[in-house]
């Protein structure tokens, strides 16, 4: 199904990847997308799911992750206004790899598979989804390189980090407060709420943070900073 004209949201003019697009290449991204509504809970796409076109955030927030079989949930990635997503197996045309479910109210931009098909044909388009594509799996070494080479609490403080300038597309402007609920915080480590609970308070012990209901403010980037190079 066609899109027609789509305006540019503002949230998609500060991400890092989509700002820097030409204009026409923007422009012909916006005219394939419609505008799609997910309430809390509902989902983007499920796992193992064939690819039905890529999307982007202009409103609300998304979880990435995976369900093993016995219940446990790990979260790859939080999805926040600007960032767009799914493109990968649009590409490759193989089944998703993992949910992706709405945390908030979220308004969308869905691009379809025969539309993304046709525009794929454009060198620009194509060169843009690469860019977007090398921006994720840089993305993805990041968080692998953490879990083999940093401490927990190096962990901790430079996923803190993360979320503060946007987990998927770093670049925007740090928030003091970061709302991810210590479970999901706990689940996109993959660590205990308990050790995560630790954790933060030696963080905040140090001056770097605070904890509240359902929030944590940054309150010395310099010193979460040098809690990130804590071996």
Not at 19 to 44: C, H, K, Q
Not at 59 to 84: C, F, P, Q, Y
Not at 130 to 141: A, E, I, N
Not at 147 to 170: E, Y
């Amino acid at each position: 199904m066609g899109g027609g004209h789509v305006d540019l949201p503002e949230q998609f003019s500060a991400d890092p990847w989509f700002s820097r697009l030409d204009a026409g290449i923007r422009r012909l991204l916006l005219d394939a997308a419609r505008p799609v509504t997910l309430e809390p809970g509902a989902y983007a796409f499920r796992q193992g799911a064939a690819a039905d076109g890529m999307l982007g955030v202009v409103h609300g927030m998304l979880k990435a992750s995976t369900l093993r079989s016995d219940g446990k949930e790990a979260i790859l990635a939080v999805l926040e206004a600007g960032n767009w997503f799914g493109e990968t197996s649009c590409v490759d045309h193989e089944p998703r790899r993992h949910d992706v479910i709405a945390l908030l109210p979220c308004t969308l931009l869905h691009i379809g598979q025969r539309e993304l098909d046709v525009l794929l044909r454009e060198e620009g388009v194509a060169l843009a989804l690469l860019r977007l594509q090398s921006m994720h799996l840089r993305s993805t070494f990041a968080l692998i390189e953490d879990a083999t080479l940093r401490s927990t609490r190096a962990r901790v403080a430079r996923r803190l980090s993360r979320l503060a300038c946007g987990d998927v597309s770093p670049g925007n402007t740090p928030r003091r407060a970061i709302t991810a609920t210590q479970e999901n915080l706990a689940m996109m480590l993959g660590i205990t709420r308990q050790t995560l609970a630790l954790e933060l308070k030696a963080l905040a012990a140090g001056g770097a943070i605070s904890v509240g209901y359902g929030r944590i403010e940054i309150e010395s980037a310099e010193r979460l900073s040098a809690f990130e190079q804590e071996p």
